[in-house]
């Protein structure tokens, strides 16, 4: 055999959808029995692609039911357009530069598939599909009953009539249809296409079963857009990590898994293998242990702001890179805390569950504006500059203390000591990190500096204020009310109890860890951690990293990038230069950072590296190498 040739489905493999479904919907739109036709033409489809019904009868059915006029054709077909899966769209350059050895075999229609395929390179002479019939009013009636497609077996009769003798057919689909060719000893292998459907009766008889057209091609060792496919590539993202994540991950070809809740130590060791990408938010704690058992992990990402539950040297001795959202939820943090300034120094919460218990009691004794009043923030970053500006704008006084210097915003004036800062404030707002040297900032000593009825809030992470304390001094009246979101320990899971020492407490609002949990906070988070972490596997650009050197990168093209981590030691890139050099290999471009435990270098070559399996063993030899990556 000199010459292989591919044979590709069009319906729920070129593209993601059923021809037929989409034609109904446009058809019937507008009209009241479009669902239940929509649903009987769905059935029929799936009783034809498990082989379950004739292709004759199944076409018959769904086409009487359709309704459907040629006008609606030409809107059908750029609707299909941009419904092309995503693993075709990216392997577009494989297409066109294979257009000779592919086929596309259809048991839709020659109208609607050309133009489609035709953007990617498809020669129309290379597409075989059935045919409308048509009446005088372009009302389609039927179809070409004698085209040989229609016949028993009729795509392995295609492929016999193109004489393509002596050479390996590889066929791509999702049907039963496509597993006929095989069948009938046409096809050298049967690949079952799952990246849209996945049919049990189908995967069965397949040789191969691929989720996508990247996964296919990597097994034939054919040019690809991506290095690894990504369909082979694991993802798990716990605690309700925003669905629009979950797209994202989807819509780039990784296998997505999720969990509602956090996992335990021993839970996470578990779950982590073969998982290449992990996505947590505040509760689940990645240990030392955790990574230990993490024999394919590639990055974490943090989707919040905090990054302490993460042990993130322990990832960079490992070579992982870990990502946050920074400021994707700030404005969400900032209003809880204004709202609660508010409520507390109103009281509200106490008059609200009064009047739920029958009691009216309309007095002004104990509740003030805001205006004029100091506000104290212990931690002046991207929550607390963001507060002070709104705190500002009220016309409240604000201070601020931070360990790093920071420029104040307006007119916020900066304290020397946290002692100064919490001796003027009338309102005392926590927004620091969660680093080690934290637990306890609030303690006993700080609450008998503050002021008398003071209100104090808490909104960055629990472990930073002692909880006995603050309740004793709730308890004697020195602090007037107080706002805490965040907890020394949470629950897991909604089912768990809360326990606290606050429970119960006069003027206290309590609320669980919701601090950043908006709809809008949520999304944005579920766009912003999957776009760093997608741009690091395809680029491996680092910006954003909270643990890696942060490098930005150009795109890739026309080359193939090698990425080395390494421990932070001399002479790390003259040897991986002069591994290049043994092989005989040319730079195109080469980007270097450091930090004060690793090393990061990317080398841009001409040379395809699939195939030196030396290099890549030399590369991954040098001393101090973490880890190697190959992106093309």
């Known amino acids: 055999m000199d010459r292989k040739y591919y044979v590709i489905d069009f319906d729920s493999t070129f593209i993601k959808v059923e021809t037929l479904d989409e034609l109904c919907l446009v058809a019937l739109e507008g009209k009241p029995e479009k669902d239940e036709v929509l649903a009987e033409i769905k059935r029929i489809t799936d009783l034809g692609m498990e082989g379950k019904i004739s292709l004759i009868e199944s076409l018959t059915r769904r086409i009487e039911l359709l309704k459907a006029n040629k006008k609606h054709i030409f809107k059908v077909i750029e609707i299909l357009k941009e419904q092309v899966s995503p693993s075709f769209v990216r392997n577009k350059k494989f297409l066109e530069n294979h ?48 085209n040989i497609l229609c016949s028993n077996k009729g795509k392995a009769h295609q492929i016999k009539s193109l004489n393509l003798n002596g050479s390996e057919i590889y066929v791509i689909g999702d049907g039963y249809t496509d597993y006929e060719i095989r069948e009938a000893g046409v096809a050298s292998k049967f690949f079952a296409f799952t990246e ?37 590539m694991n993802v798990l993202l716990l605690e309700n990590i925003h669905p629009e994540a979950v797209r994202l991950f989807k819509e780039e070809g990784y296998n997505v898994e999720t969990v509602k809740g956090a996992l335990d130590e021993d839970e996470l060791c578990e779950r982590i293998k073969d998982v290449s990408i992990l996505g947590i938010r505040s509760k689940t704690i990645v240990t030392a242990k955790v990574l230990e058992h993490a024999n394919k992990l590639l990055t974490v990402g943090a989707f919040c702001i905090g990054t302490n539950q993460i042990d993130l040297k322990a990832c960079m001795k490992k070579g992982i890179a870990c990502f946050n959202a920074p400021y994707s939820n ?32 309309k007095s002004a004794t104990g509740s003030h504006e805001v205006r004029g009043k100091k506000l104290g923030l212990v931690g002046y970053g991207n929550i607390g500059t963001q507060l002070s500006v709104l705190a500002e704008a009220m016309g409240m006084e604000v201070y601020y203390y931070d360990v790093v210097e920071k420029l104040q915003l307006g007119n916020a004036k900066k304290c020397k000591t946290l002692h100064e800062l919490l001796e003027v404030s009338d309102f005392l707002s926590l927004h620091v990190d969660g680093r080690a040297s934290n637990k306890n900032l609030i303690g006993e000593t700080e609450f008998k500096a503050m002021k008398d009825g003071v209100i104090f809030l808490n909104m960055s992470r629990g472990h930073v204020v002692d909880i006995v304390a603050l309740a004793k001094y709730i308890k004697n009246g020195k602090v007037k009310g107080c706002a805490v979101d965040v907890f020394p320990y949470e629950p897991k899971t909604n089912n768990e109890e809360f326990i606290s020492e606050l429970r119960g407490l006069p003027n206290v609002i309590l609320t669980p860890h919701i601090g950043g949990s908006t709809e809008e906070a949520q999304y944005n988070i579920g766009q912003f951690v999957p776009g760093r972490i997608i741009e690091y596997i395809n680029s ?58 690793i090393g990061y270098v ?29 992106l093309y």
């Open 196 to 232: 849209n459907i996945s049919r049990e009766t189908i995967i069965e008889k397949a040789d191969e079963v691929v989720s996508s057209l990247d996964e296919f091609l990597y097994l034939n060792n054919l040019p690809r857009a991506q290095s690894y496919p990504k369909s082979r």
């Open 540 to 597: 491996g650009t680092t910006y954003g990293s909270v643990n890696f050197p942060a490098i930005q990168l150009p795109g890739l093209h026309e080359a193939h990038r090698l990425m080395h981590v390494h421990e932070n030691m001399p002479g790390i890139l003259a040897n991986i230069n002069n591994v290049l050099a043994k092989h005989q290999i040319n730079i195109l471009g080469q980007y270097l950072k450091t930090n004060e435990t």
């Open 99 to 146: 257009s000779d050895s592919i086929f596309i075999i259809s048991n839709g229609f020659r109208e609607i598939v050309e133009p489609v395929v035709g953007e990617y390179g498809i020669k129309a002479n290379h597409v075989f599909a059935n045919d409308f019939k048509y009446n005088s009013n372009g009302d389609i009636i039927g179809f070409d009953e004698h």
């Open 330 to 361: 700030t404005r969400s943090v900032v209003e809880l805390t204004i709202g609660s300034i508010i409520m507390l120094s109103r009281q509200i919460i106490e008059k609200s569950n009064w009047m739920h218990n029958g009691k009216w009691d």
């Open 602 to 630: 990317i080398t841009d070559i001409s040379v395809d590296v699939r195939h030196h399996q030396e290099l890549v063993k030399d590369l991954k030899s040098i001393p101090g190498t973490i880890r190697h990556r190959m």
